[in-house]
């Protein structure tokens, strides 16, 4: 398995990955605003053969004065093939985002949303890489589900 950099290229294949895994689907041009307008911090994983097979799709969000936020990267979407699960890709996109966030737009933290009942997701962020709940969003989701909004300081890496 090589885990490398997303390029424009590679859209198709995230978006195809993302349509099998989760219900929060994205049209094309939302992928493509991100892989040109933060190329740096979203990563793919693929087969011998070059198949995209899992992705971290992610943005910056700039110093807000209203909010009082500091620069943050956000991830927006993350999924794994079922068959290529436990095999820790989903840790090595995560921990690459985080580092180029830091590095390349020292980002003093990462967040994201996931659902309350996805509890590998949740086990992954909380457990494995270090994630808080920040605040939980009631009804975030289309459906209804309510979403755990997490961080993670990114100020010592
Ligand atoms: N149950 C409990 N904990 C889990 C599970 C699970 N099924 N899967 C992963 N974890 C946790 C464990 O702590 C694991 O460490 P361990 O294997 O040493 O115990 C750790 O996460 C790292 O696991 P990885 O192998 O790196 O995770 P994987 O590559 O399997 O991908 C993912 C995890 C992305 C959540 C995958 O299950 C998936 O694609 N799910 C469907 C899509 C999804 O839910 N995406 C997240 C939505 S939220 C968002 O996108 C911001």
């Not at 700039?62 to 095999?87: A, K, P, T």
């Not at 990462?110 to 997701?121: D, E």
């Not at 909004?149 to 100020?155: D, E, G, I």
């Amino acid at each position: 398995m090589n885990i490398r950099l997303a390029r424009v290229d590679d859209m198709m294949g995230m978006q195809a990955t993302n349509l099998q895994n989760l219900p929060e689907n994205y049209v094309m041009k939302f992928w493509m605003y991100h892989a040109m307008t933060w190329p740096q911090i979203s990563f793919v994983a693929e087969d011998h053969k070059g198949r995209i097979v899992g992705y971290v799709l992610a943005k910056m969000c700039e110093e807000s004065q209203e909010s009082g936020e500091e620069v943050h990267g956000h991830v927006n979407s993350i999924s794994v093939l079922r068959s290529y699960r436990r095999l820790g890709l989903a840790k090595k996109l995560m921990l690459l985002s985080q580092e180029a966030m830091a590095s390349v737009y020292k980002a003093s933290f990462v967040s994201l949303h996931v659902r309350q009942s996805n509890k590998a997701a949740i086990g992954l962020y909380r457990d494995t890489l270090g994630f808080e709940v920040a605040q939980v969003e009631k009804k975030y989701y289309g459906d209804g589900e309510d979403a755990l909004s997490m961080r993670l300081s990114l100020k010592n890496s």
